[in-house]
């Protein structure tokens, strides 16, 4: 019985990696798999060390070491052993977790592993990296998407192969799992056939982890009450795959339908059902690698942004970025720390800015405000020998500062222009203005004064602000 199931293991196995070839762009030079030294990744090991000593392919074994048990050098000591008697190239890296309240331990071993494993592929430009997950892993994720109120998208749990660029850092990079339709009974009958000897992780007896607590209380309970759960799960997740794919068309038909460059048209947003919309608003955070917010966050959100006034200046915060409407539009903006040449409510009005004399530059950079001052040759700007004479101060407004633009036209207040050139007001603030003594100059986001404009002669400047 044991030959039978070994045998049809391989046969999984290679099916899954003649499927993978294809997603990773046509035949392997190299080959990658994600090796811990446990039973599953070690069934990995040599599945694909013969897999790919039989059709001429390279294979690495990557290990990542994480310190957070007092046998991971021990571990990592096997993983290179067992990689140096099947002859497959093996590389360690070591990782330090940046734990916080809001991940656990859990999730930031998770990403560094990930992020270790994608740095490794990059390195030996490998386009194809292999994890040991499998179709008791498959259960368990859906089970625990299913009690995390998730929706499709959870519960389609884990793809057989997919390019996760948020986790890998390497968009070029594919991540299969073709142990997936099968069980752990399959890799474990497998691992005694072979005589294959594996390291056993005492993390994965403890009950604090979720996924823990699952394995060893809950689905031995369900397998006695429901023999073969697993492979339904797997089922159910593969029919969630379908309605995701499904839901993730529909999503982009209608992004495409209500975008305007880079923001959402709000009044296209409202003749869409209430489902669509927060249908294209996931996908949307999606396509930007936003993390995905809550079904309460959305709803709240999309209320604001439906039922606020026309001219409300509406700020919804998400922990990645800030949600904004201007103009009946929906901006996605990130979330920007103050700069030094800001002021506090506390400071003094008259604080003065940075004083500065052009001597000639291409271009004068400001830290303090966030960008760079270009001095660009143009025949309808002020003149040089002029403006290399003035004291220039560069600022943030301070309120009430009025520019003209040309002479045929009024001078107004900045506000106006901000409005006219259809700068929204998160920008303004980051915006500065440059004087020549107490004139106004220059304007970031609107232009310069016409006062100075072609007086004088030889060559001629025009500024130009470039935020950073």
Not at 41 to 56: I, K, N, P, V
Not at 237 to 243: I, L, T, Y
Not at 400 to 419: I, M
Request: proline residues 4%; hydrophobic residues 45%.
């Amino acid at each position: 019985m044991k030959k039978q199931q070994t045998g049809s293991l391989q046969d999984t196995f290679a099916a899954a990696l003649e499927a993978c070839q294809e997603r990773a762009g046509g035949p392997l030079e190299r080959l990658a798999i994600a090796l811990s030294g446990g039973l599953d990744s070690s069934a990995l090991l040599h599945l694909a060390q013969a897999w790919a000593r039989a059709r001429g392919v390279a294979l690495y074994a990557f290990h990542v070491h994480h310190g957070i048990s007092a046998n991971a050098d021990a571990w990592l000591a096997h993983c290179e052993q067992a990689c140096a008697a099947l002859d497959v190239r093996f590389e360690a890296r070591r990782v330090t977790l940046e734990r916080s309240a809001k991940t656990g331990t859990e999730a930031a071993a998770r990403k560094s592993r990930y992020a270790a494993l994608g740095q490794l592929c990059a390195a030996h430009e490998v386009k194809l990296l292999l994890t040991a997950h499998h179709q008791d892993d498959q259960a368990e994720t859906v089970l625990l998407q299913l009690l995390r109120g998730s929706g499709p998208a959870g519960l389609s749990g884990m793809d057989a192969a997919n390019a996760a660029p948020e986790l890998l850092g390497n968009v070029a990079l594919v991540m299969a799992r073709p142990l997936l339709p099968a069980s752990r009974k399959q890799l474990a009958a497998y691992v005694a056939a072979h005589g294959i000897v594996h390291v056993d992780d005492e993390s994965n007896d403890d009950p604090r982890f979720a996924r823990n607590a699952l394995r060893h209380q809950v689905m031995p309970a369900l397998a006695l009450a429901f023999p073969g759960f697993e492979e339904r799960f797997a089922r159910s997740a593969r029919h969630a795959q379908s309605a995701q794919r499904l839901l993730v068309e529909l999503a982009t038909q209608d992004l495409a339908a209500c975008l305007d460059g880079d923001c959402i048209e709000i009044g296209k947003l409202r003749l869409l059902s209430q489902d669509r919309c927060y249908n294209l608003l996931r996908h949307w955070f999606g396509t930007r690698n936003l993390r995905m917010p809550s079904t309460a966050w959305l709803a709240e959100m999309l209320a604001q942004l439906l039922e606020a006034r026309p001219d409300a200046q509406l700020l919804v915060t998400h922990p990645d970025c800030h949600v904004r409407r201007h103009r009946d539009h929906l901006f996605l903006t990130p979330k920007l720390a103050d700069l030094a040449g800001m002021r506090d409510e506390d400071d003094d009005e008259d604080r003065p800015g940075q004083a500065f004399v052009w001597a000639g530059e291409g271009e004068i950079a400001f830290p303090a405000y966030g960008g760079v001052l270009h001095f660009e040759a143009d025949e309808e700007g002020v003149a040089a020998d002029w403006l290399a004479a003035q004291a220039l101060t560069i600022d943030f407004r301070k309120g009430g500062e009025r520019l003209k633009l040309a002479v045929n036209r009024p001078t107004k207040a900045l506000k106006y222009h901000y409005q006219a050139c259809d700068v929204p007001a998160w920008e303004r603030a980051r915006l500065p203005t440059v004087c020549a003594g107490k004139q106004l100059l220059f304007a970031a986001g609107i232009g310069m004064d016409c006062l100075h404009l072609g007086v004088g002669g030889g060559p001629r400047i025009r500024l130009r602000w470039q935020s950073r």
